[in-house]
């Protein structure tokens, strides 16, 4: 029997197990090449899957954030409003007519506490007449002021002309070329303004300041209230040791009777000035915080005019 033949038996039907033993490649000639195919396409889904996954993983982180930020914004705006109505209330309490104390409130830096919303808002107001005046105060109540704030009495004094030298006109040019030397010999590129302190700020200019110091004294300086010294009544406790005559002792009386309440004034009727330092904070109950400062300067009641003035206003605690 020819090889052709026995070919042709094994595909006949009835040929019995040769149909299904005689060569399988005859069979199935590309089993092989499609079973090879098969694997690479799985290969490509899979991979395909998994950057599917990772693309659908970054939006949703993504979305995920952006909802996140949305919720803290809309929060520190929430505490912002809050902040900002506790200013409005202190303004109010200031040029309240009524003799209630709790109605009129008293600009020596107690803390008033009260509900805003879904907000606990605390105010506390200080009369700038309790403040160390850099334009006019005495040079004892500037050296008194950094020496209550750490420096010693050698560099309390220095620091005490530099800001005195700094306000005051000079007399003459020589005056003016010896202040200016002075600064250049520090390594500075400007010279003293010879005239009054335009802002708080301006203060960091002067010979001899430095951050760590004028971080400490700022709450208590001022460029409005036009006094020698500080009012006992209203000054916080870093200004009453600025005082002339005022030892630790006694200014720790003062501001404890504040505190508790043993002298009562009520505002403008005690002989307050109009020009007020206001800081209100804000907080949420998921936490979130907010406070505003403000330095405002009461106007009289006029038909038309405004009833304050901003003369400064900061967001957050620092300088």
């Known amino acids: 029997m ?3 033949e026995r070919q042709r038996r094994a595909w006949e039907p009835g040929a019995g197990r040769h149909w299904s033993c005689r060569s399988p490649a005859l069979h199935f000639p590309f089993r092989g090449v499609r079973s090879s195919q098969h694997g690479v396409a799985l290969l490509v889904v899979l991979w395909a899957c998994t950057l599917l996954a990772i ?8 979305a995920r954030t952006e909802g996140l930020q ?5 929060s520190q705006t929430q505490a912002h409003y809050a902040a900002e ?18 109605t009129r409130w008293v600009a020596d830096g107690r803390p008033y506490p009260f509900r805003f919303a879904d907000a606990k808002v605390t105010v ?17 109540v500037l050296q008194n002021l950094f020496k ?17 030298n700094w306000r005051s006109f000079a007399v003459s040019a020589d005056d003016i070329k010896q202040r200016n030397a002075a600064y ?3 390594g500075r590129d400007y010279g003293p303004r010879n005239a009054p302190f335009a802002s708080l700020e301006e203060l960091r200019m002067v010979l001899g300041m430095n951050e760590p110091l004028y971080a400490k004294i700022a709450p208590v300086i001022t460029i409005w209230s036009g006094r020698p010294s500080p009012d006992p009544a209203t000054a916080p406790p870093l200004a009453l040791a600025a005082i002339p005559g005022m030892d630790p002792q006694q200014a720790q009386q003062i501001y404890a009777s504040r505190l508790n309440g043993g002298s009562n004034p009520t505002g403008l009727a005690a002989g307050y000035g ?33 009833p304050y003035a901003v003369l400064r206003w900061q967001e957050g605690d620092s300088e």
């Open 2 to 4: 020819t090889m052709r």
């Open 55 to 62: 693309v659908l993983g970054g939006y949703a982180t993504l």
């Open 70 to 74: 949305a919720r803290y914004q809309f």
């Open 85 to 102: 109505a506790g200013l409005m209330r202190a303004i109010y309490g200031l040029r309240s007519n009524s003799p209630d104390p709790r």
């Open 124 to 140: 506390s107001i200080t009369d700038e007449g309790g403040k160390v005046d850099l334009n006019s105060a005495q040079p004892q």
């Open 148 to 164: 209550a704030a750490g420096l010693d009495d050698g560099h309390a004094g220095q620091l005490a002309q530099s800001v005195v």
């Open 184 to 186: 250049a010999a520090a």
């Open 274 to 306: 109009v020009t007020h330092s206001i800081r209100s904070e804000a907080v949420l109950a998921d936490g979130t915080r907010a406070v505003l400062r403000a330095t405002i300067r009461l106007q009289g009641i006029r038909s038309g005019a405004q």
